[in-house]
């Protein structure tokens, strides 16, 4: 299948690439925009930013085997198609919906009473947000993982060269894309910003598909149908293994966990074996109902039924694989923790879970808090490509370390820089300018009263925010249909944050976070390329799946429980504790793998031969000194006046 010759037109990679390029272009952008958009929409703390990242992750370990269990059940240009205008849609909607709430935030606070409405609008751009990110996933599963395989066919060295092409571009969006983003948000407004991106993705929503479909129609091996063709032999054994799964009543723990395994890893072969089945029978009940058994792992009885029952059985047969596969996330974990922990890497695989449950890094808690503080737009957007940036001499620096030290080591060094970039977070709590002060925060109230010339003024802004959104924030705040007294009010405020922020405000306490964080980049590519290189060498090849899976759901159960930390702590006050939380578990992390390497090597550091060379020098000293005494002995003899005497 696909295009096994080695000279792959190039006008079927340029329209492979030039689409990747659009697609992630957009990726980037929305996912730059969307952390400054939750704090800009809500700047009192970082509570709906982290409402949002927890909803994203909760998403995508509840609905990520059902998105791709839909794909492969569904033919390649549809599933590209509706993933794609789904991704784009669902974009452009909350593009739009951010741009309205930024705009007339006062009139949506005025037309329910207790801002319900308002906070509909919140509901509703995070549920928006989460349809984007499943449309997202669905078209890298799609075009990534299933289209660039039928397209290169079996020549593995076209595979390996278009993938890191793919993979360059998507770096290279990384850097640009949110320079770019950033630089429009600044020099123009937040609103401008969303509407742009918007634009943007409804304009490359047409574009991509018609590169999508340009492929499609150059390479027949995409038009090939995934469900339903299968060879008369793979039927006979498929039917045979039903039989026996059918007559077979109870099996091991390890063929248990095996078979879970087989349903969440590999659930597309199943199921094409079984809509295979089922067609065949052409109405058998028997069959149908042996085949949905055996899928099912139960056994039912073969009497007759009436056609409701076999229906309302085939219903809730349905709903309990839609839930099981929604939860597979969870269930593989229990399932295969003990297959997991029997592997000595399985230390280094918590080491990097670890480093999923901190808040040091460029994802939208720390965009959220660094904007709030006083950096702009267009500054992140440059911050966050100069991070781009030590990521990649990460990946760059690790395979020249690696030949020189060996793997296990490099793990070591990586965890090393990227501990000892980020105490520059550590140091930020302290430094000048942090907002850290956790004792009185619940003291202070939620509008906290200024006093300039002795005139009292009410500050309901956040407490530090970028010069360009002031005079934005202050129009959602007092609009024209405010009182004079309240616009008024409004003018003097503005007065009061840009004098504070000019005269008061240090910018050296996020100034070392943000250099930690970009520092550190380069340690934590390190350690996770060394740690995910350990996995492919030692995980034997038939539990790759299970442990691979283990991996991933710890991975995103760390996630979650950032924001979680976040939620039950949003306020700018208590950061601080956040970020020294998110140090300890990188330390942690850093001592479970130390706990492999020293399992795996016998030692973390050469000190037995530090100790061969101190005795070796010991001695050394001892045979110098020894033979220099006779000499000086001798001299001493010579120049002593009694000796010529004698």
């Given at each position: 299948m696909g295009c096994g010759r080695e000279g792959l037109p190039a006008e079927i990679k340029w329209f492979v690439y030039l689409s990747h390029a659009l697609s992630t272009w957009g990726d980037r952008m929305w996912a730059f925009g969307v952390g400054l958009f939750m704090v800009i929409i809500y700047p009192e703390s970082l509570l709906l930013t982290a409402i949002y990242g927890l909803s994203m992750g909760c998403s995508v370990l509840l609905f990520g085997a059902l998105v791709g269990d839909w794909i492969d059940k569904t033919p390649r240009l549809k599933a590209a198609r509706t993933a794609l205008i789904i991704q784009?849609?669902?974009?452009?909607?909350?593009?739009?919906?951010?741009?309205?709430?930024?705009?007339?935030?006062?009139?949506?606070?005025?037309?329910?009473?207790h801002e319900r409405l308002l906070t509909l609008c919140y509901i509703g751009i995070i549920l928006i947000a989460i349809l984007c990110t499943l449309g997202s996933m669905a078209t890298n599963i799609a075009v990534q993982r299933d289209w660039i395989v039928e397209i290169c066919g079996r020549d593995k060295n076209l595979l390996a060269t278009m993938t890191a092409t793919l993979r360059r571009i998507d770096l290279f969006n990384s850097l640009v894309a949110p320079i770019v983003t950033g630089q429009i948000m600044y020099f123009t407004s937040t609103g401008i910003g969303a509407l742009f991106i918007a634009g943007w993705n409804l304009v490359s929503v047409f574009v991509e598909y018609i590169l999508l479909w340009k492929v499609y129609s150059l390479v027949p091996a995409l038009k090939s149908k995934k469900l339903k063709y299968r060879t008369s032999t793979q039927k006979q054994d498929n039917d045979e293994t039903t039989q026996e799964m059918i007559t077979i009543e109870g099996t091991s723990s390890r063929q248990h966990v095996q078979e879970v395994e087989g349903k969440f890893d590999d659930s597309s072969n199943e199921d094409k074996i079984v809509s295979d089945d089922i067609e065949s029978s052409k109405g058998d009940k028997n069959v149908t109902d042996d085949i949905e058994s055996s899928k099912g792992g139960k056994i039912f009885e073969e009497e007759p039924q009436k056609e409701g029952d076999v229906m309302i059985?085939?219903?809730?047969?349905?709903?309990?694989?839609?839930?099981?596969?929604?939860?597979?996330?969870?269930?593989?974990?229990?399932r295969g923790w003990r297959i997991y922990m029997k592997y000595d890497v399985a230390f280094a695989g918590l080491g990097l879970a670890a480093l999923y449950m901190t808040v040091l890094g460029f994802d939208n808690i720390t965009v959220g808090f660094a904007y709030s503080q006083g950096i702009n737009e267009s500054t992140m957007g440059i911050l966050m490509a100069a991070g781009a940036v030590f990521g990649i001499l990460g990946t760059i620096v690790y395979?020249?370390?690696?030949?020189?030290?060996?793997?296990e080591r490099t793990g070591l060094f990586g965890y090393f820089v990227l501990v000892s970039f980020l105490c520059l977070c550590v140091a930020s709590i302290w430094a000048p300018g942090s907002p850290f002060d956790p004792l009185n925060i619940k003291s202070?109230?939620?509008?906290?009263?200024?006093v300039i010339n002795g005139s009292t003024y009410v500050n309901t802004l956040p407490n530090i925010v970028p010069s360009n959104s002031i005079q934005s924030l202050n129009a959602i705040e007092y609009n024209s249909n405010h009182n004079n007294n309240n616009t008024t009010e409004s003018r003097e405020i503005t007065t009061f944050k840009d004098t504070?922020?000019?005269?008061?405000?240090?910018?050296?306490?996020?100034?070392?976070?943000?250099?930690?964080i970009i520092g550190a980049r380069c340690g934590l590519w390190m350690a996770d390329?060394?740690?995910?290189?350990l996995f492919l060498e030692n995980i034997h090849e038939n539990e790759r799946g299970i442990v691979n899976g283990v991996q991933t759901s710890l991975n995103k159960l760390m996630d979650m429980l950032k924001f979680i930390l976040v939620i039950a702590a949003p306020q700018d006050e208590v950061f601080g504790i956040l970020v020294l939380i998110s140090y300890a578990f990188i330390v942690i992390g850093w001592i479970l793998y130390a706990k492999y390497s020293y399992g795996a090597r016998g030692h973390l550091f050469h000190f037995d031969k530090l100790r061969k060379c101190d005795c070796s020098d010991a001695r050394n000293n001892n045979t110098d000194m020894a033979v220099a005494e006779p000499e000086s002995h001798v001299d001493l003899e010579r120049s002593d006046p009694r000796s010529s005497d004698k």
């Open positions: 784009n849609t669902s974009v452009i909607v909350c593009a739009c919906a951010v741009f309205t709430v930024v705009t007339l935030k006062t009139e949506i606070e005025a037309v329910w009473p059985r085939s219903k809730t047969k349905k709903s309990d694989s839609v839930l099981m596969k929604m939860f597979s996330g969870f269930i593989t974990l229990y395979p020249i370390v690696r030949r020189r030290i060996g793997l202070v109230p939620a509008q906290a009263e200024n504070q922020r000019e005269i008061t405000k240090s910018f050296i306490s996020v100034g070392l976070l943000m250099a930690g390329l060394s740690i995910t290189q």
